[in-house]
């Protein structure tokens, strides 16, 4: 996304000096959406919500707790080892749309969330409350230093401090955002708890703890002391930021490779949270150098990022394209937190331009028009999504989703002690009381391109009027009407324009919004090329395949969209002179941004594909990123691609299942068992190796699998161990190191007397020796 950030852009810390005061948003209970995709999406959110049962949500903690749960828990993730989680979200959530909404439905659905929680919090008797399985016997593990972490295991358990901060986000949401004073109270004796919890460790292992995800407990206790102002909260929140992701972001050094980008996102929210409540100017700086670097290196059109939930090199995009585990929606959940918070710090349109793009291509695309959210969002050409089932997928996306839809209104609108600030052409209505204006803003864009602001006010009104200038307007061509007249409006400099001068109700702002076609190519540079309209991204429907899990089972891998995989090879290719595709495109006459891209598109079958807003293609294979070639190169292009698209497919058929090693989510899919063993990157590769052994449970669909193929690298040397399938030997592996500087494989055959639907694979090290590093584990047939 380097085009639409590519102007100068300077963080600072201190008041902006256009800006004179603090910049704040609105309460949500300030702002009601009008007619809009938005509106649709928050009513939708609502009846998911309200259709839950809260006493199985509320299980895992009544459990942990002593007390006899009134339901039994969901499954899925929610009785497979993050039992809780999707409560801690659900008070959010709820929180959220209760503002956003003004439902008591919703409000009494709260009240009842954390009056059950608050019996559980008395009966721990110490703060404590948390729904993750034995969390008590981990606990006091910890707080004898008896400390065990990886990546997504801590003490045995999966991720409990990722868990454990969702219950603290939701007591603070409930308190801050829906005014909930019981969960505030909640909320200081739960962080109380932590205090005690590591009050007689070291800060060396404390960052031993957050080797484990932990989600952003760092920003949680910095608003602990934000709203109480004792500084043992601030020092907690210090402790509990990871300082091997912090410093090379005060060094302004992305180090971000191979990394699971949503552990990551959450930790520099708090290092922005924690700059906030502490005035650092360097931590300020180093959330910043993230923002930009993921936004502007990192990011594909859609406004998402990350590949099977990492972050890729930044210089190869490869892997994005060939993925079915494309950008993940919980990034894109906590970059929207991550911006809004360096927005109000530093207003400049060079965010909202990202948040706005985000809004529209991602987040509103993630929830089914009839309800279940989705995990991954694919740009593989002519894959599809897979939605979760509404009372069966309880991953982490569909917590996050809950609240994503339920707070449309936080950034619409923004204000200083003054003046007022238009950030989003979203249909809605603003009611500030404090200062006797109410504004309604009327609007079907995208699909026109202007919006008219109406005002109500109680009086003769002296404020500023600050509107955004979208970085997809070209400059001189925004227009600004008051009244039916041609206003002047001054250039604030940081993507605004202002009018400043006496309001009275009934006075009419309309703005207009040129919007034009362009292009934009993968940030490695690589010939693969998007189209937009304004902030738009625009995708064709490809719907030549069917989409077997178009709907989630209740697997731990049935967030992934697993069907046949469409060939790149067989992908419309658009050719031309890159400067003038986006010319190429013709607008229909008879629909609101829908293209036909029969001038740009080089096979005759694909002529009459139309490109539509991305966000209105649920339920369908589709394309975002198109092959590109220049005309002379054509046949070359087509010719490349489909050798090594043939070599590719010819893998994926073979395939009955496959572990990316060394992964958080595909090595806990396929229950990652182990001792002494570790896991890393090599040359942008995940493995997985060991002293002691590791197993992963494979799923043999229709008993096709035959072999196993392992993936190792050819210059490693000296490594002994043996192979194991349900507990029997099956071959004695060494590794000597003649396989030179490459990557290879080895297959393994299984006997037919041990294949089963299920299979156990084991790696043990042999005497004196270890397990090789192991890139990939595949199920073959």
């Given at each position: ?10 963080y ?5 000096a ?12 300030d702002?009601?959406?009008l007619?809009?995709?938005?509106l649709?999406?928050?009513q939708?959110d ?11 949500l509320l ?5 942990e ?13 929610e009785?497979t080892?993050l039992?809780?989680?999707?409560g ?6 709820l929180?959220?749309?209760?503002a ?8 009494e659905r ?11 919090q008395i009966?721990n008797?110490?703060?404590y409350?948390?729904?993750?399985p034995?969390g008590?016997?981990?606990?006091k593990q910890i707080?004898?230093?008896n400390?065990k972490?990886?990546?997504f295991s801590?003490n045995?358990?999966?991720v ?8 603290y986000?939701g007591?603070y ?9 019981k ?6 004796k739960?962080?109380?708890?932590c ?12 960052q031993?703890?957050l080797?484990?995800e ?9 608003d602990?002391?934000s ?12 402790q509990f930021?990871d ?12 180090a971000?490779?191979?990394l699971?980008?949503?552990?990551q996102?959450?930790?520099v929210?708090?290092f922005?949270q924690?700059?906030?409540?502490d005035k ?7 959330a ?12 594909v059109?859609?406004?998402g990022?990350s ?17 079915r585990e494309?950008p ?7 970059m ?18 990202y ?5 529209y291509?991602h ?7 009839q309800?279940g959210?989705?995990?991954f969002?694919?740009?593989?050409p002519?894959?599809?999504?897979t939605y979760?089932t509404?009372q ?5 996306c569909?917590?996050s989703?809950?609240?994503?839809h339920?707070?449309y ?7 200083t002690?003054?003046?007022?600030y238009?950030?989003?052409f979203?249909p809605?209505?603003l009611?500030?009381k404090?200062?006797?204006i109410a504004l ?7 699909n026109?391109?202007y ?6 006010l109680?009086?003769?009104k002296?404020?500023?009027?600050n509107?955004?200038h979208?970085?997809?307007v070209?400059?001189?061509k ?7 007249k ?14 400043d ?5 009934g006075d009419?702002v309309?703005i207009t ?6 292009t934009?190519?993968?940030?490695d540079?690589?010939d693969?090329v998007?189209?937009?309209?304004g902030?738009?991204?625009?995708a064709a429907?490809?719907?030549?395949l069917?989409e077997?899990n ?6 731990r891998m049935?967030h ?5 995989l469409f060939?790149?090879s067989?992908a419309p290719l658009v050719?031309?002179?890159k400067k003038?595709?986006?010319d190429?495109?013709?607008a229909s006459?008879?629909s ?5 891209a029969e001038n740009?598109?080089?096979q ?5 594909l ?6 209105s293609?649920?339920?369908k294979?589709?394309?975002?990123y ?11 292009r087509a ?9 590719k497919?010819k893998?994926?058929e073979?395939?009955?299942d496959?572990v ?10 396929h229950?990652?068992?182990g ?10 590769r ?13 799923k ?6 035959t072999?196993?193929?392992l993936?190792?690298?050819g210059k ?6 043996s ?18 500087n ?5 297959d393994?055959v299984i ?16 005497e ?7 890139y990939?584990?595949?199920?073959v047939?």
């Amino acid at each position: 996304m380097k085009k639409i950030f590519s102007f100068l852009f300077i963080y600072t810390f201190s008041l902006n000096a256009i800006a004179q005061h603090k910049l704040q948003a609105f309460k949500l209970a300030d702002v009601r959406l009008l007619e809009s995709p938005f509106l649709k999406a928050e009513q939708t959110d609502k009846s998911y919500m309200l259709s839950l049962n809260p006493d199985r949500l509320l299980a895992p903690y009544l459990k942990e707790s002593g007390l006899t749960p009134k339901a039994l828990s969901y499954g899925n993730w929610e009785n497979t080892g993050l039992d809780g989680h999707i409560g801690g979200h659900y008070v959010s959530a709820l929180s959220l749309m209760y503002a956003s909404t003004g439902d008591l439905k919703v409000k009494e659905r709260l009240d009842y969330m954390i009056n059950e929680l608050e019996k559980c919090q008395i009966k721990n008797q110490d703060g404590y409350l948390s729904g993750v399985p034995g969390g008590k016997e981990i606990w006091k593990q910890i707080k004898a230093g008896n400390i065990k972490s990886s990546s997504f295991s801590l003490n045995g358990k999966w991720v409990p401090l990722y868990n454990i901060h969702k219950i603290y986000a939701g007591l603070y949401d409930a308190y801050a955002v829906a005014g909930n004073v019981k969960a505030k109270q909640m909320l200081i004796k739960l962080t109380d708890w932590c205090i005690d919890l590591v009050s007689s460790l070291s800060d060396q292992q404390i960052q031993e703890l957050l080797k484990s995800e932990h989600g952003g407990l760092n920003e949680i206790f910095a608003d602990v002391y934000s709203i109480t102002g004792d500084q043992k909260y601030l020092k907690l929140a210090r402790q509990f930021s990871d300082q091997s992701i912090l410093r090379p972001l005060l060094n302004k050094k992305d180090a971000l490779n191979g990394l699971h980008a949503n552990t990551q996102i959450p930790k520099v929210i708090g290092f922005e949270q924690i700059a906030l409540a502490d005035k650092d100017t360097a931590w300020a700086a180093a959330a910043d150098f993230f923002w930009k670097t993921v936004v502007q290196h990192r990011t594909v059109a859609i406004g998402g990022n990350s590949v099977r939930e990492h972050f890729h090199p930044s210089n190869d995009f490869s892997s994005m394209l060939e993925s079915r585990e494309g950008p993940e929606t919980c990034n894109s959940y906590n970059m929207l937190k991550l911006t809004k918070q360096l927005f109000l710090a530093a207003p400049s349109t060079t965010y909202l331009d990202y948040y706005e793009r985000t809004l529209y291509n991602h987040i509103l695309s993630s929830q089914r028009p009839q309800g279940g959210f989705v995990y991954f969002t694919p740009m593989r050409p002519g894959h599809y999504r897979t939605y979760s089932t509404p009372q069966e997928s309880f991953w982490c996306c569909v917590g996050s989703g809950l609240e994503n839809h339920g707070k449309y209104g936080e950034l619409i609108y923004a204000h200083t002690d003054r003046d007022l600030y238009v950030n989003l052409f979203i249909p809605s209505q603003l009611n500030w009381k404090e200062k006797g204006i109410a504004l309604t803003q009327e609007t079907s864009f995208p699909n026109t391109d202007y919006s008219t602001l109406k005002l109500k006010l109680t009086g003769k009104k002296k404020f500023a009027l600050n509107l955004r200038h979208p970085s997809w307007v070209e400059k001189g061509k925004m227009v600004v009407l008051v009244n039916g007249k041609q206003s002047p409006a001054k250039d604030l400099g940081n993507g605004y324009v202002s009018i400043d001068r006496v309001w009275l109700t009934g006075d009419v702002v309309k703005i207009t919004l040129p919007m034009h076609t362009t292009t934009e190519f993968m940030p490695d540079g690589s010939d693969w090329v998007a189209f937009l309209h304004g902030p738009i991204v625009l995708a064709a429907e490809l719907d030549t395949l069917g989409e077997p899990n178009l709907t989630a089972d209740g697997s731990r891998m049935g967030h992934i969209a697993s069907g046949a995989l469409f060939p790149m090879s067989e992908a419309p290719l658009v050719s031309g002179n890159k400067k003038e595709l986006a010319d190429k495109l013709t607008a229909s006459k008879t629909s609101a941004l829908s293209f036909t891209a029969e001038n740009a598109i080089y096979q005759p079958k694909y002529r009459n594909l139309k490109l539509v807003p991305f966000y209105s293609l649920a339920e369908k294979r589709y394309i975002v990123y198109f092959p590109y070639s220049s005309l002379e190169n054509l046949p070359e292009r087509a010719k490349a691609i489909k050798i090594a698209e043939e070599v590719k497919m010819k893998l994926e058929e073979q395939t009955v299942d496959l572990v990316n090693t060394g992964e958080q989510q595909p090595e806990s899919d396929h229950n990652f068992k182990g001792e002494k063993t570790e896991n890393g990157l090599f040359q942008d590769r995940h493995f997985r190796n060991g002293t002691g052994w590791f197993s992963y449970t494979l799923k043999n669909k229709d008993l096709k699998g035959t072999k196993v193929s392992l993936t190792f690298y050819g210059k490693e040397k000296n490594r002994n161990f043996s192979l194991f399938v349900n507990n029997t030997l099956v071959e004695q592996v060494k590794l000597d190191g003649s396989k030179g500087n490459t990557f290879y494989t080895q297959d393994f055959v299984i006997p037919v007397a041990l294949r089963s639907i299920n299979l156990e694979l084991k790696l043990a090290a042999g005497e004196d020796s270890a397990i090789a590093n192991v890139y990939e584990v595949r199920l073959v047939k």
